[in-house]
């Protein structure tokens, strides 16, 4: 429909332009005419049929007879459809105008279809024109928009994930307030939060282990201690906190064979507090506990830091005397029995004396069992005791 209404048109401007070209050539054309210059008719007339929406051209004489007739085409190739202009050609005499004949100028569809189709073309040119300056505006804007901000994005949100450094924050360059700048200050309001999150966290857990590290080492303290009073359960007489009778004799092997070892003189007194049972039985075992306290501490006092000093039994006790022979040992005992014999002990206002019996024996090469010398001491107490107790017996 478009294409039919624009035929319709352009064939009219045609039809205006073959009447204006009419009206331009028709005086010289009827100059000539009247002059009969053939010559000047053929220039022109060939002029007019070069023009391009002009198919053919013809003169008629006053008579209808054809003087001169061009075309533009060949016989055998004629426009489908021709269209004309016809006027007449006068000449002007002694003031009376001469009818010479008729111009006829001839177009054809041909030239309409070819002006429309040029039409169209410059239509669809300008618009293709149009269109491709559109696309790329709208892949200019796009990409400074949309594209270029999305690809920073991206690019700083890999940094930001791959950096150790939490306070790190997008920062786009040139960037419009849009959504894509919405969405920078979202990212990294939520960067922030997380900062704060895993700083709580921090704390929370540094708090913890420093709860845990205390606890640790309370605990460990507190083990350390009970460990300490299980030791010296296992090793300490409760009493009087001398080695047990098990620690005792342990150490005491030990050392007797690094004396014999080392060649040297060891000796063991065994001692017995005479009586006991009637001071248990006199003042009470109270009492009884408190002389036995008595007595270790008094004769520890005596003794060398080297000495070794246990409890073997309820009221017998024994030592060890590293680096000493028997002579030494034998007055060392005297020693002790004596201190003890002249000690005096009160309690709850009593007044407590006892004495002890002392077995001494000493090392000799063969013995390597702590046991051998306990049961030669054990004679030698049992002789003290018998040939009357407070004795020292070697
Ligand atoms: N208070 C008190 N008494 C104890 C302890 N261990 C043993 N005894 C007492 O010591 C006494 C030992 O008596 P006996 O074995 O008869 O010997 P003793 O009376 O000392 O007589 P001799 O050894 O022959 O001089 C007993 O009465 C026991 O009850 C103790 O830890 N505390």
């Avoid at 949309?146 to 994930?161: G, Y």
Wanted: hydrophobic fraction near 40%; charge should be negative; proline fraction near 2%.
């Amino acid at each position: 429909m478009q294409f039919f209404s624009e035929y319709v048109k352009t064939q009219d401007s045609i039809l205006n332009e073959l009447k204006q070209l009419e009206e331009t050539v028709r005086e010289p054309i009827s100059t000539s005419l009247w002059q009969y210059n053939e010559n000047q008719l053929n220039v022109l007339i060939a002029g007019l049929v070069k023009m391009p929406i002009i198919e053919g051209v013809e003169v008629f004489d006053k008579d209808a007879q054809a003087m001169f007739s061009k075309k533009s085409y060949n016989s055998g190739s004629a426009p489908l459809s021709l269209f004309d202009t016809t006027s007449d050609l006068n000449w002007t005499l002694n003031g009376e105008s001469v009818f010479l004949g008729t111009l006829v100028l001839y177009s054809s569809s041909e030239v309409v279809l070819d002006r429309v189709l040029f039409g169209f073309t410059l239509i669809a040119i300008t618009a293709i024109i149009k269109l491709s300056i559109l696309f790329w505006l709208f892949v200019w804007a796009f990409d400074r928009y949309l594209a270029s901000p999305l690809k920073e994005l991206m690019t700083q949100v890999n940094e930001v994930q791959m950096s150790p450094n939490m306070s790190k924050r997008i920062n786009l360059s040139n960037i419009e307030n849009n959504e894509i700048s919405q969405l920078q200050e979202h990212m990294n309001t939520m960067l922030s939060t997380l900062e704060m999150d895993r700083e709580q966290l921090l704390e929370n857990e540094q708090a913890k282990r420093n709860w845990l590290e205390d606890a640790v080492a309370k605990r460990t303290e507190d083990l350390q201690v009970l460990n300490k009073k299980l030791e010296e359960l296992a090793t300490r007489d409760s009493l009087t906190g001398i080695l047990n009778r098990g620690s005792f004799f342990e150490m005491a092997q030990h050392l007797l064979i690094l004396s014999q070892r080392q060649k040297s003189p060891a000796s063991f007194l065994l001692i017995d507090l005479d009586n006991f049972k009637r001071v248990n039985d006199t003042y009470g075992h109270f009492v009884g506990d408190k002389v036995l306290i008595h007595f270790t501490q008094t004769i520890q006092k005596s003794l060398r830091k080297s000495d070794l000093i246990g409890r073997v039994g309820g009221e017998e006790f024994a030592i060890f005397l590293p680096d000493t022979g028997n002579d030494d040992a034998f007055q060392l005992a005297e020693k002790l029995r004596k201190i003890i014999s002249h000690s005096v002990l009160e309690v709850d206002g009593n007044v407590v004396a006892y004495t002890v019996s002392l077995g001494v024996e000493s090392s000799e090469p063969k013995d390597h069992l702590i046991d051998e010398l306990f049961k030669r001491a054990d004679l030698k107490l049992y002789g003290a005791k018998d040939k009357g107790r407070d004795r020292v017996e070697k």
